[in-house]
């Protein structure tokens, strides 16, 4: 929210449990944050070199979706569920997958 008010009280319901899920009047678009997103996003194969520990399971989640390492990028993401790695498609930005896989801690 940009008013500051609105601000500090959703702060104080994140604090209590009642995260950012729980206001849909502040979601946006997809669309409006691609550029975004795709600047935050990493290649596979930076990730495989970084965390060589992840390397089997991405290849084998990889295969699963049909297309070329080179067409998919990585970007953590982080859920109510804990956080997990969705491949994007690096064209559009678009998500292709999403993965039980917390790359930060591999």
């Known amino acids: 929210p940009d008013d ?5 009280a959703v702060l104080f319901s ?24 795709l600047k935050r996003s ?3 194969a930076s990730l495989q070199t970084k ?5 089997q399971r991405l290849k084998m989640e990889i295969d699963k979706t049909g297309l070329q390492e080179d067409r998919l990028r990585i970007l953590p993401v982080h859920s109510r569920f804990g956080f997990w790695t969705a491949l994007i498609d690096a064209e ?11 790359i930060d801690t591999l």
């Open 14 to 37: 994140a604090a209590s449990g009642k995260d950012l899920q729980f206001f849909p009047q502040y979601y946006q678009p997809y669309e409006t944050a691609l550029a975004q997103i």
């Open 92 to 102: 559009d930005g678009k998500p292709i997958q999403y993965l039980p896989l917390d």
């Open 42 to 44: 990493d290649s596979i």
């Open 4 to 8: 500051a008010e609105k601000r500090n």
């Open 51 to 55: 965390k060589p520990a992840a390397a």
